[in-house]
C-alpha cells in the first residue's frame, strides 16, 4: 500500500470513528433529554391530578385505574409508590406516571410520539453531518497526502538520477515547503553535491596521473627499445608495454568520464563486424548467429566494447566462450565462475580486477566497455547464465 493509501485510510478509519462516536453520544443525549423532559411533564400533570382529586375534582388528564396502564407501574403504583414508565401500546409510545389513591391507582398520560419523532430527524441530521464531516475530512486527508506523496516521488525520482550517474541533479528545487519532505532533499542535495565533488575528484585524478605518466613512459619505451637482446631485455619491454597499455586505459576512463566523447556512425551488417572484432583478437571465440541485421553504430567503439568483454570471459572466465548475435543483441558467454556479486550489485568499478591474487573486481577492461556504450547509447547489462558463467549482454539502440 502505498504512503499516500496508508494515509488517506488512517484519515477516513479515525474519522469514521470519531463521527460514529460523537453521533451516539447526541443521539444518547437527545434521547434522554426527552424522556426526560416527558417525564417531568408527566409528574407535573400527576401531582396536579392528585390535587384535584384530593379536593374532590375531576382531572381530564387523569384516570383511575386505567386498564391501559402498564402492568408493572400498576403494581409500584399499588404498592403505594409514585413512579413513571415509558411504554408502547396500540396508541403508540407515551410516557405514563402513577400514584396509589384510596381505594385504587391515580395514572396520566403524555404521549411521546412528537418526541420520537423529533429524536428520529435528529438522527438523520446525525447521521448528513457524520457523512459530510467523514467525506470532507478524508478529503483533506487525501489531498495533504496526495501532497506529500507527490513531494517523495519527484525526491525520489531524482534520487534515482544521481544513482544513475546524474550527480549535479538537484531536488530542493523541486520540492517545495519547508517541513520533514524539504529536510530531506535538503540533505539529499548535500550528499549528491558532495559525491559529484568526490567524483570529479576523482576523475581528475586518473586524469592528471595518466598525463603525468605518459611523458616518462614514452622514454621507458624509447630506452627499452635500444636494450642489447635477451632475456631481461624481454621482460623489461613487456612490463614497459604493460604499463603503457595501463596509461592508455587511463587516458581513456578519463575522457569517458569528461563526457565529451561522441559516435562515429555508419551503417554495418552486424554479423560482419562482429567477426571483424573476433578476428582482431585473434581469441578463440564460437560465434553464433541467430538474425543478423544492419545496424548504425560506431565501429571502433563496438570493437573496444565486443573486445573487452571477449578478453574479460578469457582471463576471468572459462572456456568455451560464445558469442551470439540475435538483431541487435550480442551476448557474451564464457563457462567459468561468473561475474562477483559486487560487480551484478554496483557494475564495473575501475582499478579492480576479478584475478585471485590481485583481490576481486574487474578491472577497467569492463569500466572501458560500459563508457563506450553510454557514447553510442546501447546498454551492457552483466548477469550470470542458469547454467553458469558469466553473461554479457550488449543490446544496439534502434536506428
Do not use: C
Amino acid at each position: 500500500m502505498t504512503l499516500r493509501r496508508q494515509i488517506a485510510t488512517a484519515v477516513a478509519a479515525i474519522s469514521v470513528l470519531v463521527a460514529v462516536a460523537v453521533g451516539l453520544l447526541v443521539h444518547q443525549a437527545m434521547i434522554r433529554q426527552h424522556v426526560d423532559q416527558a417525564r417531568s411533564s408527566a409528574l407535573t400533570a400527576l401531582n396536579s391530578a392528585l390535587t384535584d382529586y384530593g379536593r374532590g375534582l375531576s382531572n381530564p388528564v387523569a384516570a383511575r385505574d386505567d386498564p391501559a396502564l402498564p402492568t408493572r407501574l400498576h403494581d409500584l403504583a399499588a404498592g403505594g409508590r409514585e413512579g413513571t414508565v415509558l411504554a408502547t401500546d396500540q396508541q403508540g409510545e407515551s410516557m405514563w406516571a402513577a400514584a396509589p389513591v384510596q381505594g385504587g391507582v391515580l395514572s396520566v398520560r403524555v404521549d411521546f410520539t412528537q418526541d420520537r419523532r423529533a429524536i428520529a430527524d435528529l438522527d438523520r441530521i446525525i447521521l448528513l453531518t457524520v457523512v459530510a464531516a467523514v467525506f470532507t475530512t478524508v478529503l483533506a486527508g487525501v489531498l495533504v497526502a496526495d501532497r506529500i506523496s507527490r513531494r517523495l516521488r519527484t525526491a525520489a525520482t531524482a534520487a534515482r538520477g544521481i544513482a544513475a550517474g546524474g550527480t549535479d541533479t538537484r531536488i530542493g528545487e523541486l520540492v517545495d515547503g519547508k517541513d520533514e519532505v524539504a529536510d530531506l532533499a535538503a540533505a539529499v542535495d548535500l550528499m549528491s553535491r558532495t559525491l559529484h565533488r568526490r567524483l570529479e575528484d576523482e576523475q581528475r585524478f586518473t586524469a592528471d596521473v595518466a598525463h603525468e605518466l605518459r611523458t616518462p613512459l614514452t622514454g621507458l619505451v624509447t630506452a627499452a627499445e635500444l636494450l642489447p637482446p635477451g632475456r631481461p631485455t624481454q621482460l623489461v619491454q613487456n612490463r614497459v608495454q604493460a604499463l603503457r597499455a595501463l596509461v592508455e586505459d587511463l587516458l581513456e576512463v578519463s575522457r569517458l568520464d569528461a563526457d565529451v566523447e561522441s559516435p562515429d556512425l555508419s551503417a554495418v551488417p552486424l554479423e560482419r563486424a562482429v567477426r571483424r572484432t573476433v578476428t582482431l583478437t585473434g581469441l578463440d571465440v564460437q560465434i553464433g548467429i541467430t538474425s543478423d541485421q544492419e545496424v548504425r553504430t560506431d565501429l571502433r567503439r563496438l570493437d573496444r566494447i565486443l573486445g573487452n568483454l571477449l578478453l574479460n570471459a578469457h582471463r576471468h572466465g572459462a572456456g568455451p566462450v560464445e558469442l551470439h548475435v540475435d538483431g541487435r543483441r550480442i551476448t557474451v558467454r564464457d563457462h567459468g565462475p561468473g561475474y562477483p556479486d559486487d560487480l551484478l550489485d554496483h557494475g564495473p568499478q575501475r582499478f579492480r580486477t576479478n584475478a585471485p591474487e590481485r583481490g576481486r573486481g574487474h578491472g577497467l577492461g569492463l569500466t572501458i566497455a560500459t563508457g563506450h556504450t553510454r557514447v553510442i547509447g546501447a546498454t551492457l547489462t552483466f548477469a550470470n547464465h542458469p547454467a553458469g558463467g558469466a553473461l554479457a549482454t550488449l543490446t544496439l539502440p534502434p536506428d
